[in-house]
């Protein structure tokens, strides 16, 4: 089975704190992704990558970063988190299947 | 930017009846696939139909898909409580590998 594991389940932040989320998956997959899930929005891509150091812009990358040094690790990084960046934050992990495998969530709340 | 559209937005039967909530969405895809995500956890994936594709079974689980309407459907059969959690349709277009999600709907099993 695919593991893809969110380093917290839960997080409380500052705001203009710097927020590092990190996911990491166990299935040699090439595309890694970002989301926030928020009440009424569903689910909205932040960043992608599809290869180590590679990584594409999503539908809403405003006041995030990313990392990928490694190909099980993809890191979400807030340089600077706001009230407004309070949300479920998802990781997901895909092969060549299309089929996208989820981490548990974190839920981040900025203070 | 979102794709799908679920509806209902909730829907709630009582046990052993069937559930259908249905999908739309706006441009040609590649695949459709269906989610569950239980409350505050990640998603599941549960089915995927190829846009060449009308009709999918899995287990308890139907879906169809109607290309020309730009609609799919996905029918849970004798449902129980544990089928209780938010359905999620997921779409992907050709040589593209994001995948973009509709809102969800939510279904509540009464025991």
């Known amino acids: 089975d695919v593991k893809v594991t969110q380093s917290s389940r839960y997080l409380v932040k500052r705001t203009g704190e710097k927020v590092f989320l990190e996911c990491v998956q166990d299935?040699?997959?090439?595309?890694m992704f970002w989301y926030r899930q928020d009440p009424g929005l569903g689910l909205r891509l932040i960043y992608f990558?599809?290869?180590?150091?590679?990584?594409e812009k999503g539908d809403i990358p405003e006041g995030y970063s990313v990392s990928r040094e490694k190909k099980e690790r993809f890191s979400l990084i807030l340089e600077s988190a706001s009230t407004n960046q309070t949300s479920m934050y998802l990781c997901?992990?895909?092969?060549?299947?299309?089929?996208?495998?989820f981490g548990a969530g974190t839920r981040l709340s900025v203070l | 930017s979102q794709q799908g559209e679920e509806d209902p937005q909730a829907l709630s039967i009582q046990e052993g009846e069937n559930a259908t909530m249905n999908c739309s969405y706006k441009?040609?895809?590649?695949?459709l696939q269906w989610y569950r995500q239980n409350s505050g956890r990640g998603l599941v994936h549960l089915i995927l139909?190829?846009?060449?594709?009308r009709e999918k079974h899995s287990g308890r689980l139907r879906v169809t898909l109607d290309t020309s309407k730009k609609s799919s459907s996905l029918l849970i059969t004798a449902s129980r409580a544990a089928d209780t959690a938010s359905y999620f349709c997921?779409?992907?277009?050709?040589?593209?590998?994001?995948?973009?999600f509709g809102t969800g709907t939510r279904l509540t099993i009464i025991p």
């Open positions: 990558s599809y290869d180590v150091k590679m990584k």
């Open positions: 139909i190829r846009s060449n594709e």
């Open positions: 441009t040609s895809i590649n695949n």
């Open positions: 299935m040699d997959h090439e595309n």
């Open positions: 997921a779409t992907d277009s050709f040589g593209n590998e994001k995948l973009t």
């Open positions: 997901a992990s895909m092969g060549g299947s299309y089929i996208q495998y």
